[in-house]
């Protein structure tokens, strides 16, 4: 076993990782978690009374 060996199983686990990654991304049941956080920052949220922690006194 040689250098190039370990670059070839090497490519072929990154590729093999990429493609689980998208089907993973792609599956139809992944779609209600990935709708459920792209909504996330548009959650209203009750916040009376509490102050930012990013507000600056002027």
């Keep these: 076993m040689d250098i190039n060996d370990l670059r070839s199983m090497t490519t072929v686990f990154g590729l093999l990782c990429f ?3 998208v089907g993973w991304a792609y599956a139809k049941g992944s779609k209600k978690g990935f709708d459920e956080a792209a909504n996330l920052p548009f959650a209203e949220e009750d916040d ?3 102050t930012s922690r990013t507000s600056h006194p002027r």
């Design 19 to 21: 493609l689980g990654i």
């Design 48 to 50: 009376e009374g509490v």
